[in-house]
């Protein structure tokens, strides 16, 4: 028996029970049954690639729950960009405190961390999004927002001053300035 069939035989049972709750999560004929199709989809792939669980509606259930947070978050963070419209010029005052406030992270900070922190912490993206920007594992990710939050909870006690790319403090300026989230990442 091939894995399509397999999968077939243990989601068949529970395919109404989900189309059903497809529906009372996005309240749209239309949104949930691309909800309903989506779930399948990735628990399919789930299930090509490991062992398939005992409880199998409550893994199909807990799917369409996490694809719709997942869509839920990505149209809040589309509906604030709409409705926050960028700003086609700027202040001097504006991009001196931004510049101001970037080089004095670029002093204390490595590269990786600051175009983490400003992605996470301005920009608002999510762990797995800045992974996937940056090439790394969310992991990596915690651990480097994780250590510069401490390291910003004790920033009287870092050092003073290093050397800083002066290139990179404009193009997180201007990032900033413009509300351009892809001018953060470094190009190497």
Known sequence: ??????????????????????????RSK??????????????????MHTEPYVEVKAFLVRVARNL???????????????????????????YVEVRGAIEWLAERFPRRNI???????????????????TNCTVSAVKSILFRTREMLRHRHE?????????????RWSRAIIQDRPQGILSKG
């Not at 989601?11 to 009372?24: N, T, W």
């Not at 809040?76 to 409705?83: D, E, K, S, T």
């Open 30 to 47: 239309w949104d949930s049954e691309d909800l309903f199709q989506e779930t399948l989809l990735k628990s399919l792939i789930f299930f």
């Open 1 to 26: 028996m091939g894995v399509i069939p397999a999968y077939e035989a243990l989601v068949a049972p529970h395919l109404e029970d989900l189309r059903k709750y497809c529906m009372f999560l996005t």
């Open 68 to 94: 719709w947070i997942d869509d839920c978050r990505k149209k809040q963070r589309r509906r604030l960009a709409v409705f926050e419209q960028p700003r086609t010029y700027y202040a001097d005052s504006d």
């Open 115 to 133: 175009e983490m922190w400003l992605l996470f912490n301005y920009f608002g993206y999510s762990m797995q999004e800045i992974a996937q920007a």
């Open 158 to 170: 870092l050092p003073e001053r290093r050397k800083i790319a002066h290139l990179d403090v404009e």
